[in-house]
T-cell receptor, first 115, second 114 residues
Framework: DQQVKQNSPSLSVQEGRISILNCDYT??????FLWYKKYPAEGPTFLIS?????DKNEDGRFTVFLNKSAKHLSLHIVPSQPGDSAVYFC??????????????FGTGTRLKVLA | DTAVSQTPKYLVTQMGNDKSIKCEQN?????MYWYKQDSKKFLKIMFS???????INETVPNRFSPKSPDKAHLNLHINSLELGDSAVYFC?????????????FGNGTRLTVT
């Protein structure tokens, strides 16, 4: 049961252009979403988050958009830089009922920014 | 000053063996996790501990036993290793149990069972 889907396994973008990474989810209990970036041989590092009560959150070059009705979120990177080349994971979170949030991750999208 | 460190980085072993992966965080976080990334790249939660107490236990074979001697450590012991256990295992921690504390991951342990 894949509750979080990142249907594009890879994406190539020219340096300076916009990168748009998409994520779809099925679990309507998710009320918080995270984006992570992962370099090879390293653990995922937190990028940006969004609560379900918002539809947009911005942090520097990174903006996350949430469309609750479509159960869709996207991460925009503007302008894209070669150092942004990595695998990006989105995750949906819900209270597990035990006082802890449980996050379900997608399978990631590999972004390559071409110089 | 690594925030979440796990050892070893690589682990190659034979079927049937017992092995452990250690994890330590120096962030002062109360909650720690183990995630497994399989060959299909799914990053799945296995366990969550809060202040040494088991909070989340996903459908994981009981050959996997987490141990938290204190809130800064969460070790993973695996008995009778099987080929299907080959994966990258990530330890993580978060500041609180709610949504506002993002997960901080270690660099992973690549386990290969032959």
């Amino acid at each position: 049961d894949q509750q979080v889907k990142q249907n594009s396994p890879s994406l190539s973008v020219q340096e300076g252009r916009i990168s748009i990474l998409n994520c779809d989810y099925t679990n309507s209990m998710f009320d918080y979403f995270l984006w992570y970036k992962k370099y090879p041989a390293e653990g995922p590092t937190f990028l940006i988050s969004i609560s379900s009560i918002k539809d947009k959150n911005e942090d520097g070059r990174f903006t996350v958009f949430l469309n609750k009705s479509a159960k869709h979120l996207s991460l925009h990177i503007v302008p894209s830089q070669p150092g942004d080349s990595a695998v990006y994971f989105c995750a949906g979170g819900a209270n597990s009922g035990l006082g802890t949030y449980k996050y379900i991750f997608g399978t990631g999208t590999r972004l390559k920014v071409l110089a | 000053d690594t925030a979440v460190s796990q050892t070893p980085k690589y682990l190659v072993t034979q079927m049937g063996n017992d092995k452990s992966i250690k994890c330590e965080q120096n962030l002062g976080h109360d909650t720690m996790y183990w995630y497994k990334q399989d060959s299909k790249k799914f990053l799945k939660i296995m366990f969550s501990y809060n202040n040494k107490e088991l909070i989340i236990n996903e459908t994981v074979p009981n050959r996997f036993s987490p141990k938290s001697p204190d809130k800064a450590h969460l070790n993973l012991h695996i008995n009778s290793l099987e080929l299907g256990d080959s994966a990258v295992y990530f330890c993580a921690s978060s500041q609180d149990r709610g949504p506002m504390g993002p997960l901080h991951f270690g660099n992973g342990t690549r386990l290969t069972v032959t």
